[in-house]
């Protein structure tokens, strides 16, 4: 026992050493109004405004034009030849939860057990997580921090949170967002192989799905339960008590479903129980769109610049797929694959994946738009989020160019009206290895 213990605390150790907290100070609140002055300000919900101005002040957004009048002890930051986005929103991912998949003590993603609709991300956000400056310096200051990978059905409830903050109180913008549900694979092997026959594993599947239901219905009785007399007197199950709001239609509920038959199978099963949900992943989209469409549910991509599904799929079947649900009339928004299997970490990706959409026919505005209003909308926080427009958050960046563009350098970041710092573990290693290269030359 006494070497065991020995080697835990080994193994503990090693993962301190290589998993890094950020040091980065969170930001001081506002405290003076701010006017940015010059730049082309691209407010999203409208269109650009040549020569603009954005003005805030105690976190939010006080006007957005031209020639504004500017109230006495504004900071006037110039920004000509600068362009000014609302901050970029990721809307699947990890932050916070995950740091170094190959070191399994800095993971806290998922639960024992399929059903665990009572877990919440959210008090389990690390604030000191070196992945968050790295996100934000691309302009990413809004994410939604998603709990569990399959095998797991009801995963618990996923948090939005602004990328600033001393602890995940601070960076809480929604505490409970939306509840996962991670829909079972549908596929049945019927190769000779198949260590069970085809028709066992369907029934497994419609097993599978009927516990789902079986959730359900258990969160209704217990919600007329709760609602009758004496019922504070009767004992509570956190499981069924966090399914309520789900049932009552107060909680959104995202199903990660990336191929046609499970995506045909969660709107059958959205449709059968009464539930408005967002499909997450949907990479068979495509195949399905009109269907997608019909039920008037929405799309969270997880993804542009990756495979298709299968070998003799069209190789620009995903690049070309926000087109296709853009032409459908399908509200859709981009986001980065957050799986452990593909690293943490590329949520700075974010633009890129919406760039990788417009070079396959999707309209660059309606790109901006999937990683900033149309999130936000996704995410329901769109009256606060996601365009620059009065009485929103002003969480806005300032670029040198086109936000999409690989060569575009995020200059300055306000988050609720703070500016942030946007140094990151990345700024720290290229500048320690800058001074590296400049102490050789003067040898």
């Known amino acids: 026992m006494n070497s ?28 003076t109004p701010v006017l940015l002055r010059g730049g082309t300000v691209f407010p999203v919900s409208g269109p650009s405004i040549q020569d603009g101005e954005v003005l805030f002040a105690d976190g939010k957004i006080v006007a957005v034009g031209r020639a504004l009048r500017v109230p006495a002890g504004t900071e ?25 998949s190959a070191v399994r003590p800095t993971v806290d993603t998922v639960e024992l057990g399929t059903m665990n609709p009572s877990v ?14 790295v996100a934000r310096a691309n302009g990413v200051l809004t994410a939604l921090s998603v709990p569990a990978v399959r095998p797991h059905l009801i995963a618990g409830t996923s948090a939005l949170i602004r990328l600033d903050g001393w602890t995940w109180e601070d960076m809480t913008l929604r505490a409970e967002a939306a509840l996962h549900v ?77 191929e046609v038959k499970q995506i045909l199978a969660a709107l059958a099963w959205a449709k059968r129980q009464g539930l408005s949900i967002t499909l997450v992943g949907a990479v068979d989209a495509w195949r399905v769109v009109d269907a997608i469409r019909e039920a008037g549910v929405g799309v969270v991509l997880t993804g542009v610049n990756r495979l298709p599904l299968r070998r003799d799929d069209p190789y620009d079947a995903v690049f070309a797929l926000p087109a296709a649900l853009h032409a459908a009339g399908v509200s859709f928004c981009i ?12 949520e700075r990706n974010v633009p890129y994946e919406a760039a990788k959409a417009v070079g396959y026919g999707l309209p660059a505005e309606v790109a901006l738009a999937s990683v900033t209003l149309e999130a936000a909308r996704m995410l329901g926080v769109g009256d606060a989020l996601g365009s620059l427009e009065v009485g929103k958050r002003a969480t806005l960046i300032v670029t040198d160019g086109d936000i999409l563009q690989i060569p575009t350098r995020v200059e300055a970041a306000f988050v609720d009206g703070a500016r942030i710092d946007l140094r990151s573990r990345h700024t720290e290693l290229y500048e320690k290895y800058l001074e590296r290269i400049e102490r050789l030359r003067s040898r």
Not at 10 to 26: K, Q, R
Not at 215 to 236: H, M, N, S, T, V
Not at 335 to 346: E, I, K, L, R, V
Request: with cysteine; glycine share 6%; hydrophobic share 45%.
């Open 335 to 346: 986001s980065t694959h957050p799986d452990a299997t593909s690293g943490f970490g590329n």
């Open 76 to 100: 006037i930051v110039d920004t000509r030849g600068r362009h000014v986005y609302p901050g970029l929103i990721a809307a699947c991912t990890r932050l916070g939860l995950a740091e170094i």
């Open 182 to 258: 991670y829909w079972p694979s549908m596929a049945v092997d019927r190769r000779a192989t198949a260590k069970t026959p085809p028709a066992t594993q369907a029934a497994e599947i419609s097993a599978t799905i009927a516990s789902l239901d079986e959730a359900l219905a258990q969160a209704r009785a217990y919600a007329a339960e709760r609602a009758g007399a004496g019922a504070e007197a009767k004992p509570i199950d956190l499981s069924l008590a966090a399914l309520v709001p789900v049932v009552r239609g107060e909680r959104k509920v995202f199903v990660h479903a990336d």
């Open 4 to 31: 065991f213990v020995r080697f835990a605390m080994s193994c503990l150790l090693c993962a301190a050493g290589v998993a890094h907290g950020s040091t980065v100070l969170p930001a001081r609140p506002q405290t």
């Open 120 to 133: 919440r991300a959210q008090v389990a956000i690390n604030p000191e997580s070196a992945l968050i400056p």
